[in-house]
């Protein structure tokens, strides 16, 4: 079965830019989708289609894929982008759905 | 707005069995493939189940396959999860999600709680 990896982890100073990453194999060629999940909270999609924004998202939140890895970038980091962040892709091979297993961002 | 309102969780003991519903509203139901996706305490998003707008296409994660059954009514605008032969490793909160055409998940329920436990 398709496997996404995520780092567990990823910290960033206020007002920096924070990417969090998405390996799977040949990742590049399949629509990647990414999720915000706060505390206590249901997911929220961010990015759908590897880069489009659904309304109501703020344009510092981006998304690019290519070869074996998906990036959500965040820019201009605020204390309220600290949640859990989810990428997500259909594995046709097996009709599943697959989501990475989560990136916890910090913003310190 | 949409809305997705998940019930029928609870506590059971394992080897019994759970039907969650959700109920949705303020979109044509009947348009939209539909899932089911679980969070257990303290980890990652795991996809359950999908069923297509009309019904006649499901497919179901491997750890749930052959005990899970998901279905719909879309007279009611409603969609089920029959949980049976639960174990612990069930235990999770529920989310009904609505499948935005193209696929990704863009809506979410708040979701309901399944606890097995003996």
């Known amino acids: 079965s398709y496997v996404l990896t995520q780092p567990p982890s990823v910290s960033v100073a206020p007002g920096e830019t924070a990417r969090i990453t998405c390996g799977g194999d040949n990742i590049g060629d399949e629509r990647v989708h990414w999720y915000e999940q706060k505390s206590g909270q249901a997911p929220v999609l961010v990015i759908y289609?590897?880069?489009d924004r659904p309304s109501g998202i703020p344009e510092r939140f981006s998304g690019s894929s290519s070869g074996n890895t998906a990036t959500l970038t965040i820019s201009r980091g605020e204390a309220g982008d600290e949640a859990d962040y989810y990428c997500q892709v259909w594995d046709r091979t097996s009709d599943h759905w697959v989501f990475g297993g989560g990136t916890k961002l910090t913003v310190l | 707005q949409v809305q997705l309102v998940e019930s029928g969780g609870g506590v059971v003991q394992p080897g019994r069995s759970l039907r969650l519903s959700c109920a949705a509203s303020e979109f044509t139901f009947t348009s939209y493939t539909m899932n089911w996706v679980r969070q257990a305490p303290g980890k990652g998003l795991e996809w359950v189940a999908l069923?297509?707008?009309?019904?006649?296409?499901?497919y179901y994660a491997d750890s749930v396959k052959g005990r899970f059954t998901i279905s719909r009514d879309n007279s009611k605008k409603t969609l089920y999860l029959q949980m049976n032969s639960l174990s612990v490793e069930d235990t999770a909160l529920y989310y009904c999600?609505?499948?935005?055409?193209?696929?990704?998940?863009?809506?979410w329920g708040r979701g309901t709680q399944v606890t097995v436990s003996s």
């Open positions: 999600v609505r499948h935005r055409d193209g696929g990704s998940f863009d809506h």
């Open positions: 289609d590897n880069s």
């Open positions: 069923l297509s707008s009309g019904g006649t296409t499901e």
